[in-house]
């Protein structure tokens, strides 16, 4: 039988999803990408770690700490010399510096109202964060990369102590890192005091205390609210935002700081109003006293670069005395360290010194005034072809202070430039006589106030030399007083004297003991000045200054002591703490005994009495000592001399030698009394101090021997220990002289003549000088140079005298009136 199927035949069937297959390359990518996720998540990790550990211990080893009293020790600072007034209070003068003007100011004397200025305007939360404000480098890095990076005032004074200001991630990286390392290692005040004084403030200006001066010509301490945002303001853009050339721009990120100051609590309402609407008033000159000048300080410069870049400081107000000051101190510093030139002279301008001087500030006023008018100078066209005569002075206490100095006659000249007083040595004429030949003679007994000398030159080959002025050369029985030929200045004396000690025992007491510097001591040279010419008539080969010539004749006013010279008290480092160097405290030298000084000092009064070289120039209501110098031709004048008080050399002439124009009498000495006739008009009196072991006693005039019952007397000063013996018949006996006879007598007296001929001339003249026992010198020829003071003639000594109870008597002096024989040179030793 047959089986029946449905009528489709269909069956039932099962769906089966087909699935997709991966592609084996993109396993590979996926694969490697998550590989590489992986690596630089642990290596991120890794760096991060290592990172933050790296940055944890930088910041918390000391030894990564900057050491800001270091950086404060080596940064270039402004130097600054200080006087005294008549107060005694501290008076600033002068600053030196290179192209960065720093002075320091402590914290303490910075004003609230600066430090509230710098800190509302530039980092708000500076006492909040620990020397990164996170948030503020985050948004700074934000919105400008490292363009902007909103650094703290620690930041800034890394970057202010590192120099390094550069745009990168690494510079940043450590920027943050020293900040947060100092402000563990360092208060909060001493990064603010360090910042203030960092600061560049534009115009050469670092710190706040300089810009206080230069913008408003203000101590720091004097400036208000207004006056501080207006510094503070500067600090973003130093050129663009100069309040004295930019006002608007630094106006309006003023307005913006003293808003910033009123929001944050530092200022009142009332005080902030105050503030805004305050009228700036600048120091429009853009400076107290500022000599900048672009100066590498780590470079080695030559003297001539030295000069150029003085020269740019032209413009300074500097005086002759500072000039002085800052030579001195380079000096000192070269001697005291053993430094170079170039070594003494950066630490002046760049060591931050404080150079305390001794000027006395009225005495150099009163002195620059008669200077700076050509007060008592002739009315004279001053042309580059034909200058005006110049002059120089240099005014000393008794124990080695300079308290004046002015170093040319008119309009300063340069910063450092030429000064006379100091720099330029010229021909001291009759003026070394008190020095060189009477007081060594004095002091070794050779000679004392009456002793007779023949007035008549030296043996000189077949001549003698040298004569007095107008070729007057005396006579063989020509015999004056040591007073007379030093009142008068006599020429033919001092030479019979130097004669007597020999020149070596004049020299070394110029060069030894009084310290010149300017005389030619090589025995070997042709200009060796232990020579007739220099010792006994002042024809040196090269000169002297002012400035040497006060100092040695310090000795006829204190009692015989030298003095080194000295223009500041002390020298420090910034803060004062180190004394670098000191002067005035030294006892000084008793270069010739208390008893020589006072005979010499009554030698020297007598040259400012009745008629002699100086008796017009004596300082009005003061005893005077003096000497008069004058040279060949009238090329140079001279005027030594002091009062109780203060000792003072002037120097008049051309400063190309040549004859005096337009004067009478000694314009020097005319100079020297217009000043100290002045410095002395509110002294009170005063005596010079008294001179133990000197004795007045009277002389014969004749034999110049103390005189008897039956002699012409006048009075005299010795020492004790030296009195000449008494007089024998008046006649000369112990004389001193050349080629004469042993015993002079007195043709107008009677009396028995000695023939003793061991203390005679004879006897005396034929024993070796000192100067024929040790080594020969230019005696035996006839220096080519005279320089005399101006006598017309030598008259003969009275024979009458005045009572032993007047003052001591010049015998028939002769005005001073110019002079006329050649000088050994002409030569003048110039400064700069």
């Known amino acids: 039988?047959?089986?029946?199927?449905?009528?489709?035949?269909?069956?039932?069937?099962?769906?089966?999803?087909?699935?997709?297959?991966?592609?084996?390359?993109?396993?590979?990518?996926?694969?490697?990408?998550?590989?590489f996720f992986a690596i630089g998540a642990i290596c991120g990790t890794v760096a991060c770690t290592y990172v933050y550990n790296f940055a944890v211990d930088y910041i918390a080893d000391e030894e990564n700490a900057m050491d800001l009293e270091e950086y404060k020790a080596n940064q270039a600072q402004t130097s600054i010399i200080y006087a005294y007034d008549q107060d005694k209070q501290l008076v600033e003068l002068l600053r030196?510096?290179?192209?960065?003007?720093?002075?320091?100011?402590?914290?303490?004397?910075?004003?609230?109202?600066?430090?509230d200025a710098f800190r509302d305007l530039e980092d708000k939360r500076f006492y909040e964060h620990q020397g990164v404000d996170w948030t503020r480098t985050i948004l700074g890095v934000v919105k400008s990369?490292?363009?902007?990076?909103?650094?703290?005032?620690?930041?800034?004074?890394?970057?202010?102590?590192?120099?390094?200001?550069?745009?990168?991630?690494?510079?940043?990286?450590?920027?943050?890192l020293n900040a947060l390392n100092l402000e563990q290692n360092y208060h909060k005040k001493t990064i603010m005091e360090f910042y203030l004084n960092t600061a560049y403030l534009g115009n050469g200006c670092y710190g706040v205390k300089t810009a206080a001066e230069f913008y408003f010509g203000k101590d720091v301490a004097d400036l208000n609210a207004a006056e501080c945002a207006t510094i503070a303001s500067i600090t973003q853009a130093p050129g663009a935002l100069d309040p004295i050339t930019n006002f608007e721009d630094n106006h309006e990120r003023q307005q913006y700081a003293l808003r910033c100051m009123f929001e944050q609590g530092s200022l009142t309402e009332d005080e902030y109003n105050e503030a805004k609407s305050f009228e700036l008033v600048f120091n429009k000159d853009g400076k107290v006293e500022d000599n900048s000048s672009e100066i590498d300080e780590n470079k080695e410069y030559s003297d001539a670069e030295i000069e150029e870049i003085e020269k740019d400081k032209e413009e300074i107000e500097s005086s002759y005395y500072t000039d002085f000051v800052i030579d001195n101190v380079i000096e000192d510093l070269?001697?005291?360290?053993?430094?170079?030139?170039?070594?003494?002279?950066?630490?002046?301008?760049?060591?931050?010194?404080?150079?305390?001087?001794?000027?006395?500030?009225?005495?150099?006023?009163?002195?620059?005034?008669?200077?700076?008018?050509?007060?008592?100078?002739?009315?004279?066209?001053?042309?580059?072809?034909?200058?005006?005569?110049?002059?120089?002075i240099t005014i000393m206490d008794y124990n080695g202070r300079v308290v004046a100095m002015v170093g040319g006659a008119g309009e300063k000249g340069p910063f450092r430039g030429l000064n006379r007083a100091s720099q330029s040595a010229r021909q001291p004429g009759s003026s070394i006589k008190p020095i060189s030949v009477y007081a060594p003679g004095i002091d070794n007994d050779v000679i004392t106030w009456s002793t007779k000398v023949q007035n008549y030159g030296i043996k000189m080959g077949s001549s003698r030399w040298p004569t007095n002025y107008g070729g007057n050369a005396g006579s063989a029985n020509s015999f004056v007083t040591v007073q007379y030929a030093l009142q008068v200045s006599l020429n033919t004396v001092p030479a019979q004297i130097a004669r007597k000690m020999g020149?070596?025992?004049?020299?070394?007491?110029?060069?030894?003991?009084?310290?010149?510097?300017?005389?030619?001591?090589?025995?070997?040279?042709?200009?060796?000045?232990?020579?007739?010419?220099?010792?006994?008539?002042?024809?040196?080969?090269?000169g002297v200054t002012t400035l040497e010539m006060a100092a040695a004749f310090q000795m006829f006013g204190n009692n015989g002591y030298y003095f080194r010279p000295y223009a500041y008290y002390k020298v420090t480092n910034n803060d004062g703490t180190e004394v670098l160097l000191k002067s005035g405290d030294d006892s000084g030298d008793q270069v010739i005994s208390e008893s020589s000084a006072g005979v010499m000092r009554?030698?020297?009064?007598?040259?400012?009495?009745?008629?002699?070289?100086?008796?017009?120039?004596?300082?009005?209501?003061?005893?005077?000592?003096?000497?008069?110098?004058?040279?060949?031709?009238?090329?140079?004048?001279?005027?030594?001399?002091?009062?109780?008080?203060?000792?003072?050399?002037?120097?008049?002439?051309?400063?190309?030698?040549?004859?005096?124009?337009?004067?009478?009498?000694?314009?020097?000495?005319?100079i020297f009394k217009e000043i100290m006739d002045?410095?002395?008009?509110?002294?009170?009196?005063?005596?010079?101090?008294?001179?133990?072991?000197?004795?007045?006693?009277?002389?014969?005039?004749?034999?110049?021997?103390?005189?008897?019952?039956?002699?012409?007397?006048?009075?005299?000063?010795?020492?004790?220990?030296?009195?000449?013996?008494?007089?024998?018949?008046?006649?000369?006996?112990?004389?001193?002289?050349?080629?004469?006879?042993?015993?002079?007598?007195?043709?107008?007296?009677?009396?028995?003549?000695?023939?003793?001929?061991?203390?005679?001339?004879?006897?005396?003249?034929?024993?070796?000088?000192?100067?024929?026992?040790?080594?020969?010198?230019?005696?035996?020829?006839?220096?080519?140079?005279?320089?005399?003071?101006?006598?017309?003639?030598?008259?003969?000594?009275?024979?009458?005298?005045?009572?032993?109870?007047?003052?001591?008597?010049?015998?028939?002096?002769?005005?001073?009136?110019?002079?006329?024989?050649?000088?050994?040179?002409?030569?003048?030793?110039?400064?700069?």
């Open 145 to 176: 990369g490292f363009e902007q990076g909103g650094s703290t005032i620690t930041q800034q004074l890394i970057k202010n102590l590192t120099g390094e200001n550069g745009r990168t991630v690494s510079r940043k990286f450590y920027e943050i």
């Open 96 to 115: 030196l510096h290179g192209e960065e003007n720093r002075v320091w100011v402590d914290y303490e004397d910075i004003p609230q109202t600066m430090i």
């Open 602 to 670: 009554n030698l020297l009064k007598t040259v400012t009495q009745g008629g002699g070289t100086g008796a017009s120039y004596g300082v009005k209501g003061f005893q005077t000592f003096a000497k008069t110098g004058t040279t060949s031709d009238d090329k140079d004048r001279w005027f030594v001399a002091g009062t109780p008080y203060y000792v003072a050399a002037v120097w008049y002439g051309y400063d190309q030698p040549k004859k005096i124009r337009n004067v009478s009498g000694n314009p020097a000495g005319r």
């Open 334 to 392: 070269m001697r005291e360290y053993d430094l170079t030139y170039n070594e003494a002279w950066k630490k002046v301008f760049f060591g931050g010194l404080r150079i305390y001087s001794a000027v006395d500030m009225e005495i150099q006023e009163k002195a620059e005034y008669v200077y700076e008018n050509r007060t008592v100078f002739p009315n004279e066209e001053d042309t580059e072809e034909n200058p005006a005569v110049q002059s120089a």
């Open 1 to 35: 039988m047959a089986i029946k199927r449905s009528g489709n035949g269909a069956q039932s069937t099962k769906k089966v999803k087909k699935q997709r297959k991966e592609h084996p390359v993109l396993r590979v990518i996926l694969g490697t990408l998550f590989t």
């Open 678 to 832: 002045d410095v002395h008009e509110d002294l009170d009196d005063l005596d010079f101090p008294k001179a133990n072991g000197v004795v007045a006693r009277s002389y014969c005039t004749i034999s110049g021997d103390i005189a008897n019952a039956g002699c012409p007397k006048a009075t005299g000063y010795y020492k004790s220990s030296n009195v000449p013996n008494r007089c024998r018949s008046c006649s000369i006996i112990n004389g001193i002289g050349q080629g004469i006879p042993s015993v002079i007598p007195n043709t107008s007296t009677t009396g028995t003549s000695t023939t003793d001929t061991s203390n005679s001339l004879a006897g005396l003249l034929n024993k070796p000088t000192q100067a024929a026992t040790t080594k020969p010198t230019q005696a035996t020829q006839k220096p080519t140079t005279v320089v005399t003071e101006p006598v017309t003639q030598a008259p003969p000594e009275p024979t009458q005298a005045p009572a032993p109870t007047t003052p001591p008597v010049t015998e028939a002096p002769q005005p001073d009136m110019g002079q006329g024989i050649a000088a050994q040179t002409e030569r003048m030793i110039k400064g700069k």
């Open 503 to 542: 020149l070596e025992t004049c020299f070394d007491f110029l060069v030894d003991d009084l310290k010149f510097t300017t005389f030619v001591e090589d025995e070997t040279s042709d200009y060796y000045d232990a020579n007739y010419s220099t010792i006994a008539v002042g024809g040196c080969s090269e």
